[in-house]
């Protein structure tokens, strides 16, 4: 299986703020990576997939970046309702896999 | 728009089984480029995906290792709905279960039910 490690596994920050998660694959998966956000008590949210396409309707300031092994979550100026986990997943192959988790706290 | 309403019970007995249903709405589970998914979340796993199915011709059953051995996912292509059976139940199943499409061209997870809480308990 392709493990997917994400760093940091938490971070404060303040609205305004760019903040950055990254991930990591433990073999090479091209652009097969995909990014979630997760409120409490919420199914996770498609955010970005291929590594740097945006689903509909997800607000310009959240990117993603990266190939390979090493993907990027930006969020150019954190807004208040972007409190909440944030999750990495390989589409290369199965089993999907997914990171641990970045939640992102008020400062 | 898809939507997925989960339905099973909240509470199993250990070495029971449990069963999940996944009613599709605004998709068909016969859809070629989609699969259906199931996936758990729990504090101690994270998310651990567990099965899909898809239809090429023919319908194709995947399954984690993890579970290979006490898992089987079914379809009721009438009802337009998919179904999960996890046999053999022990507490560290507990978790919160969610189906979930997935767009194969995109290879996506696009579209979540509102999951279920299972507690493995006696």
């Known amino acids: 299986d392709i493990q997917m490690t994400q760093s940091p596994s938490s971070l404060s920050a303040s609205v305004g703020d760019r903040v950055a998660i990254t991930c990591r694959a433990s073999?090479?998966?091209?652009?097969?990576l995909n990014w979630f956000q997760q409120k409490p008590g919420k199914a996770p949210k498609l955010l970005i997939y291929a590594a740097s396409s945006s689903q509909s309707g997800v607000p310009s300031r959240f990117s993603g970046s990266g190939s390979g092994t090493d993907f990027t979550l930006t969020i150019s100026s954190l807004q208040f309702e972007d409190f909440a986990t944030y999750y990495c997943q390989q589409s290369y192959g199965i089993p999907w896999t997914f990171g641990q988790g970045t939640k992102v706290e008020i400062k | 728009q898809v939507q997925l309403q989960q339905s099973g019970p909240g509470l199993v007995k250990p070495s029971e089984t449990l069963s999940l249903t996944c009613a599709i709405s605004?998709?068909?589970?016969?859809?070629?480029?989609?699969?259906w998914n199931w996936i758990r979340q729990s504090p101690s796993r994270g998310l651990e995906w567990l099965a899909r199915t898809y239809y090429r011709s023919k319908w194709y059953n995947e399954y984690a290792v993890s579970v290979r051995s006490r898992i089987t996912i079914n379809l009721d292509t009438s009802k337009n709905q998919f179904s999960l059976q996890l046999y053999f139940l022990s507490p560290e199943d507990t978790a919160l279960y969610y189906c979930v499409r997935e767009d194969k061209a995109r290879q996506q997870l696009d579209s979540w039910g509102q999951g279920t809480l299972v507690t493995v308990s006696s």
């Open positions: 605004g998709d068909s589970v016969s859809r070629n480029n989609a699969a």
């Open positions: 073999q090479s998966i091209s652009t097969y």
